[in-house]
């Protein structure tokens, strides 16, 4: 199993959340904010990279995408206290 596989499946334990689900709901896409923003700093994938990840995995995703999840990471984290807590996880 590689790395961002692992990393997913640890998420989705934390969360309880199977964030490769197609849905919108806010903790699904805050899930994968945190997800795509460990992938970008602590692995230096690049987004076409993460999006490319999501997509093999069934989530449908394009590098804008990306893009988008990333410049909200700093607004989705001080808003959810317990997301932050599990990027420490």
Same mark, same amino acid.
């Given at each position: 199993? =590689? !790395?961002?596989? +692992?990393? %997913?499946?640890?998420?989705? +334990?934390? &969360?309880?959340?199977?964030?490769?689900?197609?849905? *919108? +709901?806010?903790?699904? $896409?805050?899930? *994968?904010?945190?997800?795509?923003? $460990?992938?970008?700093?602590?692995?230096?994938?690049?987004? &076409?990279?993460? %999006?490319?990840?999501? +997509?093999? *995995?069934?989530?449908?995703?394009?590098? %804008? &995408? $990306? =893009?988008?999840?990333?410049?909200?990471?700093?607004?989705? $984290?001080?808003?959810?206290?317990? !997301? %932050?807590?599990? !990027?420490?996880?």
């Amino acid at each position: 199993m =590689i !790395l961002q596989d +692992k990393l %997913a499946q640890r998420l989705i +334990k934390i &969360t309880g959340l199977d964030i490769f689900d197609k849905t *919108r +709901k806010r903790d699904y $896409v805050e899930a *994968r904010s945190l997800l795509m923003h $460990v992938f970008r700093e602590y692995l230096g994938l690049s987004k &076409t990279g993460i %999006a490319e990840y999501f +997509k093999s *995995r069934g989530k449908p995703m394009t590098h %804008a &995408t $990306v =893009i988008h999840h990333l410049r909200d990471w700093e607004y989705i $984290v001080k808003a959810n206290a317990t !997301l %932050a807590r599990n !990027l420490n996880d």
